[in-house]
């Protein structure tokens, strides 16, 4: 599996998931909002990011993922 960074602006930043050569999901982070929105198989589910820095390491872990309703 690999991550692909397809667009990084300052309101967002894409990446896809590929297995081999089949694109698997997409993930969208909105940094100035701490938020993250993730597509697969036509369900989006959006989630609040958690900054921890354990001192040079900085991990992102999702919080409160909740289904999106389709509009």
Do not use: G, I
């Not at 967002?12 to 590929?18: G, P, S």
């Not at 297995?19 to 959006?46: G, I, M």
């Not at 990011?49 to 390491?57: G, I, P, Q, V």
């Amino acid at each position: 599996m690999r991550w692909e960074s397809v667009l990084s602006t300052t309101e967002d930043q894409v990446y896809h998931l590929y297995k081999k050569d089949k694109h698997l999901l997409t993930l969208t982070v909105h940094p100035f909002s701490n938020s993250a929105r993730v597509e697969c198989n036509k369900q989006k589910e959006y989630s609040l990011l958690e900054r921890k820095d354990f001192y040079a390491t900085k991990q992102f872990f999702f919080a409160n993922m909740e289904p999106e309703s389709e509009s």
